[in-house]
């Protein structure tokens, strides 16, 4: 099963608020430079540019004195929220990132629409962390480490409920490598599906995600894809604060995505923690537009030679 042109609905969440490096902010400037409109009307497919969100910090507190930016992020995440299920009713919404935190309001709008419909939600996280901390247990205090324990439903006091939680076992974590001892022991409480890069050293690639789209296949489900820069090895992707070696290669990441485009399952899609500040001549925002391009149809003998010298 393949994907019919689609309408996709980008929007700019320029959030820095969810970790303490600056530059994530310029993520959906840069993605926007590198083509990502062209791209995908290249491959036929409709494209509206909804613009950036702009959030209203919402006054909150948390016992946890290690917890910065609330009232900013707890912003980010209705405003993402209301945006994210509002173009999930037209298309396929795009979520131009900013920090991960981005994903506790990306992944409740199309919750909203998936319960909407009645169907379930999956979601394939694509990064080095698990990101399941909560605002209570995080001892970094940034909360782009928690959004999939919000989506999960564990306790996450004072952010509103998630729409509808989604269950451990429609959770896959793919290409994880760097997990504190408390995410480690609370994932050992749940059923969610962990594909360290032990894992995938020792299957592969193909046969842990084949497996996982087989289920959301049968489930007739809606699935969220949230590709973290850092899922890609820092050799390939330098342009993200929390560099983790080991990770995907360019190869490998490009078959994930033209897997994904052959599932035909993607209903929306998150492109996080791309810092433009650390990148080299755009090298990482145009690796992630190339990586969406995969994954909305282009084929491995489409991909143009690119020369980056002299650009930016």
Not at 17 to 43: D, H, N, S
Not at 59 to 66: F, L, Y
Not at 226 to 232: C, E, G, H, T
């Amino acid at each position: 099963m393949t994907q019919d042109p689609r309408h996709c609905l980008l929007i700019g969440a320029p959030v820095d608020t969810g970790q303490c490096r600056p530059g994530c902010l310029m993520g959906p400037a840069a993605y926007r430079v590198a083509g990502i409109a062209p791209m995908l009307e290249g491959l036929g497919h409709k494209v509206t540019d909804l613009g950036d969100v702009s959030p209203r910090a919402v006054p909150a507190r948390c016992d946890n004195p290690a917890v910065h930016h609330l009232p900013e992020t707890l912003g980010w995440t209705q405003a993402l929220r209301d945006a994210g299920a509002a173009a999930a009713q037209q298309g396929m919404p795009v979520f131009l990132g900013g920090d991960h935190s981005l994903s506790l309001g990306s992944v409740a709008g199309v919750a909203e629409q998936a319960k909407a419909m009645g169907r379930p939600l999956f979601v394939l996280w694509l990064d080095a962390h698990s990101d399941f901390h909560t605002p209570e247990t995080t001892e970094s205090g940034n909360l782009h480490g928690t959004p999939v324990a919000y989506l999960s439903g564990r306790p996450f006091a004072p952010f509103p409920a998630f729409p509808a939680p989604v269950p451990p076992q429609n959770i896959c974590l793919f290409g994880i490598r760097s997990v504190d001892a408390a995410e480690h022991a609370a994932l050992l409480e749940h059923d969610i599906a962990i594909n360290d890069m032990r894992v995938l050293d020792e299957r592969g690639i193909a046969a842990p995600l084949r497996e996982f789209l087989d289920r959301v296949e049968a489930a007739n489900g809606f699935l969220h894809v949230s590709l973290d820069v850092d899922f890609l090895d820092p050799m390939v992707a330098p342009a993200v604060g929390t560099t983790v070696p080991g990770g995907a290669t360019f190869r490998e990441a490009h078959l994930v995505m033209e897997m994904l485009h052959e599932s035909g399952l993607v209903s929306s899609v998150d492109l996080v923690e791309l810092n433009p500040f650390l990148d080299e001549r755009g090298r990482t925002a145009h690796l992630m537009v190339d990586l969406l391009a995969s994954l909305m149809g282009r084929k491995v003998l489409d991909r143009p030679t690119r020369s980056y010298r002299g650009q930016m």
